[in-house]
């Protein structure tokens, strides 16, 4: 789809006045439009990577200064405007596969939340541009790319996954962007992250068939069908295990136990489980709980962090 929805996406509550009616659960409703618990999660890499990697044993007025606060603002509105954006497009296919769930059109009204979009964005790319050219490079080009993602790139097969892996990546590299410590850690975090993504991208497209089939979206599932993306999510979940087998191995060597224990049962063993699950998988809500389960295992990987 390489344009919005036309007005007849709107439910009848949003048309005609352009006023969405209001509803009980109207707050609740705006913090799933913008997915409030990923941005706390974002918050807090961001607040890790600093404190944690960065900043290791420094006093919590060197790792909570100003313009590290500004840095995470930014980041979180470009994250915010990119969810806008995404349900402001995918009102026809969310009102398949996730009906119940349905905020734009139905809570908030189909022009509010594009101009919630460019606002948002704009608050991103400004703040961090006021503090260093690249941040603001960087926020643009993330904003850009959520932009062509929602418009284009998720209907191509794995160019969507691709995508949203390599905006995760940067989030995880901005703190070392604005300090350039060159810390290598945050890399490995940073590819980590990326790799993750993108198997709970492929594992959501295979959820997301249904109504992505019906507006003409071409997604590895609907291309390649389910066993041979299985496949493909199975190799970028190789190489993340080897990634993590290779970071315990290498704590071990250091002798350092907690940090090792912790990837070992908190991240890898849940790894193993999840290639087992997802080879196994062949239903619907059996790919649900792979994006679930992919989702714990990334807050896990951001909390041993604070073992470093």
């Not at 949203?164 to 975090?189: C, D, K, N, S």
């Not at 993504?197 to 068939?209: F, H, L």
Request: with cysteine; proline share 5%.
């Amino acid at each position: 789809m390489s344009r919005p929805p036309d007005s007849s996406a709107e439910t009848p509550s949003a048309a005609g006045a352009g006023v969405a009616a209001p509803e009980a659960g109207s707050w609740r409703s705006l913090a799933r439009l913008v997915r409030l618990p990923n941005l706390l999660i974002m918050g807090l890499c961001m607040l890790l990577v600093r404190a944690c990697l960065l900043l290791p044993g420094a006093p919590w007025q060197q790792v909570l200064t100003p313009g590290f606060g500004a840095m995470v603002l930014a980041a979180l509105c470009i994250g915010a405007a990119g969810y806008v954006i995404n349900d402001y497009y995918d009102v026809k296919i969310d009102a398949i596969n996730r009906p119940g769930k349905l905020v734009v059109g139905r809570v908030v009204n189909r022009r509010h939340a594009m101009l919630a979009h460019l606002v948002l964005s704009g608050v991103g790319v400004g703040v961090s541009g006021m503090l260093s050219p690249l941040l603001g490079l960087v926020n643009l080009g993330s904003a850009v790319l959520l932009w062509g993602y929602s418009v284009r790139f998720k209907r191509v097969a794995l160019v969507g996954n691709l995508s949203i892996a390599t905006l995760t990546a940067a989030l995880v590299l901005l703190p070392e962007l604005q300090m350039r410590t060159g810390h290598q850690a945050v890399w490995g975090y940073a590819l980590a992250a990326f790799l993750l993504t993108v198997v709970r991208e492929i594992v959501k497209d295979v959820e997301d068939m249904r109504g992505d089939a019906q507006h003409d979206c071409r997604t590895l599932p609907i291309v390649w069908g389910v066993p041979r993306t299985k496949w493909v999510a199975g190799f970028f979940l190789a190489c993340l295990l080897l990634l993590v087998a290779g970071a315990v191995y290498r704590l071990v060597l250091e002798h350092r136990w907690l940090p090792a224990s912790w990837l070992l049962v908190a991240v890898l063993g849940p790894l193993v489980v999840l290639g087992h699950r997802l080879r196994r998988a062949d239903r619907r809500k059996h790919f649900a709980r792979l994006s679930a389960w992919c989702k714990w295992v990334m807050l896990a990987g951001v909390l041993s962090m604070l073992w470093l």
